[in-house]
């Protein structure tokens, strides 16, 4: 099975890839799958009221789990569909279009990350223990990565941990934890040595949350939804047993997890933002709005901008599907996608005009992304996904910080002055 090629013409015809045959069949396999499983009249997730949407999406991974297309790309032997890089790709493209998820509420979490992680760095006692329970939901995950003092630089995190005996005992606090109110485990990065390197004394810990010494606290985010939380550890503890990796070689396990983190979005979220275009430019239309020849230009270059960000989903696919793990340079499409986002939400308020000042239909599924398919082209689906747009380029690395990605490890800029120093340093003895 080879990955999609562009033809000479196709570069002249809006880029479009020509897929292998066996690739097309499983492609009509999934879509066949598709419409067995959904009604007649599905018109996407984004048409259900919140908690119609839950329901849905807890029916939905069963079927997913019963048919062998939860954790679609993992080994048969852990649980998995072990369907090849290609086939994921394909079956994430085609759940998008179809307005469905690929898994459950913290699957992103559990699967994509934590569980793709534990295949690659975990010991064989580690994977027959926790990737069944993930792929059965008895083990849903969040991620312990950004603290206070450790967000851009990660490498910073001060929350600690030491070894006592048969036990880690870890102290400290994380911030940003999506969907830490739902998870009883979550994968945490910690300070195990404070006199090593900032990135060379940090350890990657599997940490159960339903303990006494894990405080969950939501915080309230503009929208008025607590999809994070933070998370502190006072004496919380876990099993020695429970280290991904080696002991204060948890940097290289962390930079691995992110690369899961960013793989599918670069076949699924080109195909979300076109979709949201799409939405945008009927609701100009229908408003009258596209005859503003300064609202006009402002939609064909958003509209140019989406194209160019299918290119580079492209792009990343190519070294994803080549077997190639993402690099410095995955930076570019979430810079691109995440600036994007936040440019183009501006101008759907600028569509809506005075409308926006009122909430009419239901606020976004989630506070992540464009609203899901099938949404209600209403203001109240635009002003929340507005809102949630502001913070997409702070989670999963600041803007800022991906500039500097890009310019010292894909440009080959000057680096900026390190520093070993740091609040980390000053963790309590």
């Not at 009249?41 to 069963?62: E, H, P, T, V």
């Not at 570019?332 to 759907?348: A, D, G, P, Q």
Request: with cysteine.
């Amino acid at each position: 099975m080879t990955w999609p090629v562009l033809t000479e013409r196709s570069r002249f015809a809006g880029m479009q890839p020509t897929y292998s045959q066996e690739a097309d069949t499983f492609r009509t396999k999934i879509q066949a799958f598709l419409r067995a499983n959904l009604s007649e009249d599905w018109k996407g997730i984004g048409a259900l009221d919140a908690d119609s949407a839950q329901a849905f999406i807890a029916d939905w991974r069963k079927i997913l789990y019963e048919n062998n297309l939860l954790a679609a790309s993992w080994p048969k032997e852990y649980g998995g569909g072990g369907l090849s890089h290609l086939e994921s790709v394909i079956l994430a493209e085609e759940f998008q279009k179809a307005g469905v998820p690929t898994g459950g509420s913290n699957d992103a979490f559990s699967i994509q990350m934590v569980g793709n992680t534990i295949i690659r760095w975990g010991t064989d006692e580690q994977k027959a223990h926790f990737l069944p329970r993930i792929i059965s939901g008895e083990d849903v995950w969040c991620q312990g990565y950004s603290e206070p003092n450790a967000g851009s630089d990660l490498a910073n995190v001060g929350c600690k941990a030491e070894l006592d005996g048969d036990e880690w005992q870890v102290n400290g606090q994380k911030i940003w934890t999506s969907a830490g109110h739902m998870a009883n485990w979550i994968f945490v990065l910690t300070r195990t040595d404070p006199d090593a390197p900032k990135h060379r004394g940090i350890t990657f810990l599997l940490v159960p949350m339903d303990q006494v010494g894990v405080e969950v606290r939501p915080i309230k985010m503009i929208s008025g939804d607590s999809e994070f939380n933070e998370v502190f550890f006072t004496n919380a503890k876990t099993s020695k047993e429970n280290v991904i990796g080696e002991v204060n070689g948890g940097w290289a396990v962390a930079m691995t997890l992110l690369g899961y983190e960013r793989g599918e979005s670069a076949a699924t979220m080109p195909l979300a933002f076109k979709g949201e275009m799409e939405r945008l430019l009927t609701l100009a239309k229908e408003r009258g709005a596209n005859q503003d020849p300064v609202i006009r230009d402002q939609l064909a270059a958003t509209y140019s901008r989406a194209q160019i960000m299918g290119y580079l989903g492209m792009r990343t696919l190519t070294k994803f599907l080549s077997g190639e793990h993402p690099g410095a340079d995955a930076s570019i499409f979430k810079l691109y996608w995440s600036e994007y986002h936040r440019t183009v939400t501006e101008l759907s308020l600028t569509v809506l005009g005075s409308d926006a000042m009122v909430i009419d239909g239901k606020f976004p599924s989630s506070a992540f992304g464009p609203d899901s398919p099938g949404a209600p082209n209403e203001s109240g689906s635009w002003i929340g996904t507005f809102l949630g747009a502001r913070a997409g380029t702070i989670y999963a690395g600041t803007s800022q910080v991906q500039r500097n990605i890009i310019g010292e490890m894909v440009l080959g800029l000057p680096k900026e002055p390190k520093s070993d120093k740091g609040p980390w340093k000053d963790v309590p003895k």
